[in-house]
């Protein structure tokens, strides 16, 4: 079992934060409830607990607490902002409410340099507080360790019993050394080597991969993102021709989509792929459809349909494959106030039918998406799978407003091949989260040579996001967006209309529909 650190969250929104900057450290890292008990975090082996932050207060009526054994495992502790709240209240100190709301940008001065804690970093940082509360008498044994303009306490520790506790976020990117923290933590403090890589997870997976499935048969839905990609190349290194990965064409692809596919998985790879060409159903069931979400579950149960005849034809397979990333399991807490846990993707739930009677492999889910990214890497895969933007399940459908047809779909797939090229060759393409080309279902007059024209209008779209859930809108460069405009009015035919969207999300989506 790896080594690691086990991440108490107590609804932070930025505990999943915390996980990812120790898995940055090459340290495993993993998420449980608030209250799961001492003797399963022992089972675990965990080399070090940390108890995220949260919007509650110790004093609140219903406020989570951790199983008060924890503190007796001989296991280092670090408590991070609502986490120091708990050290407190178990171990002997005094939490108040602060009189000011300490929130932002603060000045840390190190008052004890000897701390592991604080091991080659210099003695003025700048952290980002949020906090109301605040400690007013540190627990017994401890001793204070860092203080900003606002707290004599903003670190404490307790050498001793190795517990450690900080008022502010080492996790974010506004405490731009907090990565040397939490490396201290866990290198120095809980004494972690630097065993989770991507070359070692390739060897573990490829093992388990392989005991799990035995000689059985395993199918697995490529889609072209990066999730199935990664995973079909990680199980296809284990098992080989045991897989078949099967790829629909549901007719509403990029440019040029389905020949990427085929080319690194059917060729370079050598993987068994099953090609779908299944345009047809598709399209001909959306014929005359412009509600979003009729189009949306159309699309649903189409795919449904074809994969269902496809798993048939690819023969007896005993295990269905998926590409689940760590944040689509776990448990989110439902403490009041938290919006991490009210915000849920609406996205990919739903997913196939109970009946169909497969075992999930699911060999991606105690990874996010950066380390989903250098496992591709690791496995081979070209930076145009491992790096490329997302791409909606239901295609272009949610970018073609309006009714869905064959003639929209070359007008807006020749417009996304265009600002595709074009924000690769002006290097953006990598850099943002998203950009793509949207069919709008008005028609406007426009002119061209002699003629007088009647046609469509195409919205681009780019957007910068870390995880989808908010967006902002990128400031393309005005050459850039001048070359779109130019090309796509020139080259896509049925179009005489270009404009930009500057909306942010919220209020707006990223995609259309
Ligand atoms: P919205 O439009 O809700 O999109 O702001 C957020 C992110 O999700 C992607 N998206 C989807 N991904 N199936 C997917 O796999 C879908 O049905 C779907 N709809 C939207 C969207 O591209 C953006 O990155």
Redesign the pocket.
Known sequence: MNEQIVILDFGSQYTQVIARRIRECNVYSTILRYDTPATEISRLNAKGIILSGGPSSVYAPNAPLPDKKIFKLGVPVLGICFGVQLLAHFLGGKVEKGLKREFGKGTLSVKDESSPLFANLPTSLQVWNSHGDKLTRIPTGFKPIAATENSDYAAIEDRKRHFYGLQFHPEVAHTPRGRELISNFVHEICKCGKQWTMKNYVDQAVEEIRQVVGDEKVILGL?G?VDSSVAAALIHKAIGDQLTCIFVNNGLLRANEEAVVQEVFGRNFKVKLQYENAGRPFLSKLKGVTDPERK?KI??KTFIEVFQHATKKAGKAKFLAQGTLYPDVIESIPIAGNPAAMIK????VGGLPKNMKFKLLEPLKCLFKDEVRLLGVELGLPNEIVYR??????GLA?RILGEVTPARCAILRNADSIVVEEMKASGLYYKI??S?AVLLPVRSVGVMGDERTYEYTIAIRA?E?QD??T?DWVKLPYELLEKLSNRIINEVKGVNRVCLDISS?PP??????
């Open positions: 889609s993102g949306r699309i649903g993707s609406h996205h990919n933007q997302p791409f909606p399940g239901p949610v989260w998203q793509f957007v996001s989808g859930m967006a999300k707006a989506t990223i995609e259309w529909e």
